[in-house]
């Protein structure tokens, strides 16, 4: 239908509709949204080639807009309604993510635009985990999250008619979108009431406070949402001048000339009052606001050499030092666009620059030879993604928690896949694919 609205403007409704209710409930995220708008206009302002660069590139118009949320469900029905409710705002599950392997009890995707359009108008991601009930050690607590979790329904009813509405139609008017976006909104409003009495929410609590997080609140709370800046090391530097106390580490690569993949840091997690089934009032500990660099997306032997170097490198207890270890450390990975693209460390998107359409390429042109001439613009591909490592670190930090659950760190993708009701798509198969479209859209038959 011709009236229906399109993914992209529901994804962007409801990404805003999040945001304004997330300042509301957390105003800590609302100054850190000003602190990363300010410091990345200074850093456009004392690098106008930078600024130059990503509005060529289509970049500049979505970086205030850019956020990822993150979210946690307890069943395999929650995961499944929710992949429903994603792909309404044209958002996919890409990637898996195994966090037990870091002492945190659940598996995730992330929900998000796949193509390069869709991109380009409003990247919005959710980082959603699965609670894995099978590493709580006590069977009894076990059983009982399960059933606490078997009663209770995240999604109101009116947001479930939609959805299936949604399905019959093919689409949603613009009323219809935006009573979606309302209803889709309660599924993640913060509840100070638990659905728990308060000797089970502290049993849960003392197993993994995540544990308790997911299963002891009527809804799958956001528990942070993350602006994007252009210098992360300046905004974890302020956090405290704007009354925020960061988290000691920035999770990611080291500060580079060519910035790779992602790199995170947050401020403490907030200590909020609730109040338990039985009327006993307690607090509980668990959203906090998140700020992102990211850079190029890296090739699966980029990727690999990450790994190794920040296996290498450790984790430290002083970022000043920690940073300053790592880049060390990672003198070994390449740090210009020329060698990371001719040694296939970076997935680059390529263009006609204006000489190249009055020229454009002819057979047996390489294209090294294209791009020193400045026919061809080869950029770095923006990582859209996560690192599961630093996702476990941001919440480990947040949580107060040293593993507490332990685990083999044994994936269970097929378990996972089969509780989202469909596979997750590959990452890289996206790069990938993004890249040789650039290439041929030039004229090049690689």
């Given at each position: 239908?011709?009236?229906?609205?399109?993914?992209?403007?529901?994804?962007?409704?409801?990404?805003?509709?999040?945001?304004?209710?997330?300042?509301?409930?957390?105003?800590?995220?609302?100054?850190?949204?000003?602190?990363?708008?300010?410091?990345?206009?200074?850093?456009?302002?004392s690098d106008p080639?930078?600024?130059?660069?990503?509005a060529a590139a289509?970049?500049?118009?979505?970086?205030?807009?850019?956020?990822?949320?993150?979210?946690?469900?307890?069943?395999?029905?929650?995961?499944?309604?929710?992949?429903?409710?994603?792909?309404?705002?044209?958002?996919?599950?890409?990637?898996?993510?195994?966090?037990?392997?870091?002492?945190?009890?659940?598996?995730?995707?992330?929900?998000?635009?796949?193509?390069?359009?869709?991109?380009?108008?409003?990247?919005?991601?959710?980082?959603?985990?699965?609670?894995?009930?099978e590493l709580i050690?006590?069977?009894?607590?076990?059983?009982?999250?399960?059933?606490?979790?078997?009663?209770?329904?995240?999604?109101?009813?009116?947001?479930?008619?939609?959805?299936?509405?949604?399905?019959?139609?093919?689409?949603?008017?613009?009323?219809?979108?935006?009573?979606?976006?309302?209803?889709?909104?309660?599924?993640?409003?913060?509840?100070?009431?638990?659905?728990?009495?308060?000797?089970?929410?502290?049993?849960?609590?003392?197993?993994?406070?995540?544990?308790?997080?997911?299963?002891?609140?009527?809804?799958?709370?956001?528990?942070?949402?993350?602006?994007?800046?252009?210098?992360?090391?300046?905004?974890?530097?302020?956090?405290?001048?704007?009354?925020?106390?960061?988290?000691?580490?920035?999770?990611?690569?080291?500060?580079?000339?060519?910035?790779?993949?992602?790199?995170?840091?947050?401020?403490?997690?907030?200590?909020?009052?609730?109040?338990?089934?039985?009327?006993?009032?307690?607090?509980?500990?668990?959203?906090?606001?998140?700020?992102?660099?990211?850079?190029?997306?890296?090739?699966?032997?980029?990727?690999?050499?990450?790994?190794?170097?920040?296996?290498?490198?450790?984790?430290?207890?002083?970022?000043?030092?920690?940073?300053?270890?790592?880049?060390?450390?990672?003198?070994?990975?390449?740090?210009?666009?020329?060698?990371?693209?001719?040694?296939?460390?970076?997935?680059?998107?390529?263009?006609?620059?204006?000489?190249?359409?009055?020229?454009?390429?002819?057979?047996?042109?390489?294209?090294?030879?294209?791009?020193?001439?400045?026919?061809?613009?080869?950029?770095?591909?923006?990582?859209?993604?996560?690192?599961?490592?630093?996702?476990?670190?941001?919440?480990?930090?947040?949580?107060?928690?040293?593993?507490?659950?332990?685990?083999?760190?044994?994936?269970?993708?097929?378990?996972?896949?089969?509780?989202?009701?469909?596979?997750?798509?590959?990452?890289?198969?996206?790069?990938?694919?993004?890249?040789?479209?650039?290439?041929?859209?030039?004229?090049?038959?690689?």
């Open positions: 239908m011709d009236n229906f609205l399109s993914a992209d403007a529901i994804r962007t409704r409801f990404s805003q509709a999040m945001s304004a209710m997330y300042q509301q409930e957390v105003p800590q995220y609302g100054t850190l949204m000003q602190l990363v708008m300010a410091v990345n206009d200074r850093t456009l302002e080639a930078l600024k130059d660069r990503l289509d970049e500049l118009n979505r970086l205030n807009i850019e956020r990822h949320g993150a979210i946690r469900v307890g069943s395999a029905s929650e995961l499944a309604t929710l992949r429903q409710m994603f792909a309404v705002m044209g958002m996919y599950p890409v990637g898996y993510y195994d966090l037990s392997q870091a002492g945190v009890p659940v598996h995730s995707t992330a929900f998000r635009p796949v193509d390069d359009a869709a991109l380009r108008r409003n990247p919005f991601r959710v980082f959603t985990s699965l609670l894995r009930l050690d006590d069977v009894t607590l076990r059983e009982k999250a399960a059933a606490i979790l078997a009663s209770r329904d995240i999604f109101t009813p009116r947001c479930r008619q939609l959805l299936q509405l949604h399905q019959q139609q093919g689409g949603f008017t613009a009323e219809q979108a935006a009573e979606f976006v309302s209803e889709a909104l309660e599924t993640f409003r913060w509840h100070a009431h638990s659905s728990v009495d308060s000797q089970t929410y502290h049993a849960l609590n003392q197993q993994h406070r995540l544990i308790a997080d997911v299963v002891c609140f009527p809804g799958c709370h956001i528990n942070h949402l993350t602006p994007r800046t252009l210098d992360i090391d300046r905004v974890q530097q302020l956090m405290p001048s704007r009354g925020i106390e960061p988290k000691t580490l920035i999770e990611g690569p080291p500060r580079r000339q060519v910035p790779i993949l992602l790199r995170q840091t947050s401020f403490r997690a907030l200590e909020e009052a609730i109040i338990f089934k039985e009327g006993h009032q307690g607090s509980h500990t668990a959203r906090f606001g998140e700020i992102e660099q990211r850079g190029a997306a890296l090739t699966p032997e980029g990727r690999a050499l990450y790994d190794r170097l920040l296996q290498q490198a450790g984790s430290g207890q002083d970022n000043q030092q920690h940073q300053q270890h790592l880049a060390d450390v990672f003198r070994d990975f390449p740090d210009d666009e020329q060698t990371l693209r001719q040694q296939a460390l970076a997935w680059f998107h390529y263009r006609l620059s204006e000489k190249g359409i009055a020229t454009p390429p002819a057979r047996g042109e390489t294209l090294d030879s294209l791009i020193a001439e400045g026919r061809i613009i080869a950029e770095p591909i923006i990582y859209e993604d996560f690192l599961p490592v630093s996702a476990a670190g941001i919440f480990q930090s947040n949580l107060g928690d040293h593993a507490q659950v332990r685990s083999t760190g044994q994936a269970s993708r097929a378990a996972f896949e089969a509780a989202l009701g469909s596979a997750v798509i590959d990452e890289m198969t996206l790069y990938a694919e993004r890249q040789q479209r650039s290439l041929l859209r030039c004229g090049m038959m690689q």
